[in-house]
């Protein structure tokens, strides 16, 4: 492998904050031999919630590497929902990875799973993803907040909080040997819940893609 290996991380809404704290998730998976570069997807809601906005985000992702975006060594597409993530794999020459397809691949190697996720208008979303990638089978539960995404998300202590009850809710109903946390903005909440001593092993999204496509680069 190369000194430095080059990683482009898109976020694929529009809220720059969001991005920084998922590439710092990455970094700190990846270590000081790997660059990630942050894209924010300019154009495109601040938080994904719903289809209408996989769908814009799908479609202006796939138009900045019309235009000759560099995906570097390899792209992390960082929203839940894993928007653009077939079109990118089929367009660009390099290891391209979902956190979504990445956080259930893992969570699928403990066995049954939960997804907790402050958007319930991406659950059939959520579902169908799981089928493409092989493991709707291991999904046993999707637990979404009663709080909008948009004020939880501003209240990271209330989110954390919302998150570690759904967590032991889903284990308390039986059949969960891990537990998803379902959005690229819960970087920050996923890393806390995941020290916290939980239940069962927690994954955190970004940091799984890491390990991906850190494995997919190294065996290249």
């Not at 000081?32 to 924010?40: D, K, L, R, Y």
């Not at 839940?80 to 893992?106: H, N, R, T, Y």
């Not at 001593?197 to 991906?212: E, F, K, L, S, T």
Request: hydrophobic share 45%.
């Amino acid at each position: 492998m190369a000194t430095e290996q080059r990683i482009l991380l898109i976020n694929p809404n529009a809220t720059e904050y969001v991005t920084e704290r998922m590439a710092v998730a990455a970094r700190e998976e990846l270590g000081a031999a790997w660059h990630v570069e942050e894209m924010t997807n300019a154009g495109a809601p601040s938080i994904i919630t719903d289809d209408a906005g996989l769908e814009l985000a799908t479609n202006l992702m796939v138009e900045a590497f019309e235009k000759g975006r560099d995906p570097l060594d390899g792209v992390i597409v960082a929203a839940f929902g894993d928007p653009a993530l077939q079109e990118l794999k089929s367009m660009l020459p390099v290891p391209v990875v979902g956190i979504a397809e990445s956080g259930m691949l893992e969570a699928a190697e403990y066995g049954n799973f939960a997804i907790v996720t402050p958007t319930p208008d991406l659950f059939d979303a959520i579902n169908g993803l799981a089928e493409r990638y092989g493991v709707r089978s291991k999904l046993a539960a999707q637990l979404t907040t009663e709080t909008d995404a948009y004020v939880l998300m501003s209240q990271p202590e209330a989110l954390v909080a919302t998150l570690r009850g759904m967590i032991e809710e889903a284990v308390a109903d039986g059949g969960v040997d891990a537990v998803v946390i379902g959005g690229g903005p819960l970087a920050d909440a996923a890393r806390e819940l995941a020290a916290s001593n939980p239940p069962c092993p927690i994954v955190g999204p970004v940091p799984a893609a890491a390990r991906r496509i850190r494995k997919m680069i190294e065996g290249a």
